[in-house]
């Protein structure tokens, strides 16, 4: 099917590409794959890959960075390939922006069924609005600046916000009024650390009330959706308006 995505298999081994590869064109997805990092940068380069299927450990330049590289540049979710006992590759994988990873040896069915995951989540995230272009933006009693990376009220104080306080409010006013679900600002936030589950979200969340909310127990800025996520409700100003 010319609409199904492409996957790219970087592992340096023959048979797990040519097997795995094998395997997801039986599953409807187009594929590629490539012997090492090099390599898979010129598929890349070449073609337009939707997920990359990526083993960490490979000669010359190795998973990791590749998976670096791919975050801060191209944004493509990635899933890495990772050894049994080799915990600290997995943590740091995750760290550096990996979306999933399957540990070897793997049930092909199992990785199917997280590239499908990880695509379901990356296709349904809500497309960012245009106001975090501007370098401070105004909603409720607050300005967002977003070069200092600083929440300021409307006395001029200014209130601290931690690298994930800040990540998430910026997801936030990004996408106003749409329900985001936890798995939904994880993505966006790039917060996928091993130590990183669906409850950091929440107490993010409770953080940004406390600072944000004149009472955080009935907020009006960031409500909750129950069964959902969270919804930013305030209303952006565009420059220009008081």
């Not at 094998?22 to 890349?44: I, P, Y």
């Not at 990359?52 to 801060?72: A, F, K, Q, Y």
């Not at 890495?80 to 979306?99: S, Y």
């Not at 409307?154 to 690298?163: F, I």
């Amino acid at each position: 099917m010319n609409t199904s995505a492409h996957i790219l298999v970087v592992d340096d081994h023959r048979e797990i590409r040519d097997s795995l590869s094998k395997f997801l064109a039986q599953h409807g997805f187009r594929t590629s794959s490539a012997e090492d990092a090099a390599a898979a940068r010129h598929v890349l380069k070449d073609s337009k890959v939707d997920l990359v299927v990526l083993d960490i450990m490979m000669p010359g330049e190795d998973g990791l960075s590749l998976c670096r590289h791919l975050r801060e540049t191209a944004g493509t979710p990635v899933i890495l390939l990772t050894a049994m006992a080799e915990d600290t590759d997995r943590i740091i994988g995750l760290e550096v922006g990996a979306d999933d990873y399957v540990t070897k040896p793997f049930n092909p069915r199992e990785l199917v069924a997280r590239i499908k995951a990880v695509l379901r989540r990356v296709t349904s995230l809500p497309p960012a609005a245009d106001e975090l272009d501007e370098e401070r933006i105004a909603f409720d009693r607050w300005i967002l600046d977003v070069r200092r990376r600083e929440l300021v009220d409307e006395d001029g104080v200014t209130v601290p916000l931690s690298t994930g306080e800040f990540n998430l409010l910026s997801a936030l006013v990004a996408r106003p009024d749409r329900v985001l679900s936890r798995e939904q600002l994880l993505d966006i936030t790039q917060s996928r650390a091993a130590d990183v589950f669906d409850r950091s979200i929440d107490n993010q969340i409770s953080r940004l009330r406390k600072k944000l909310e004149k009472n955080p127990r009935q907020p009006e800025i960031i409500k909750t959706v129950w069964g959902g996520g969270y919804r930013f409700t305030a209303t952006i100003q565009k420059p220009g308006q008081s």
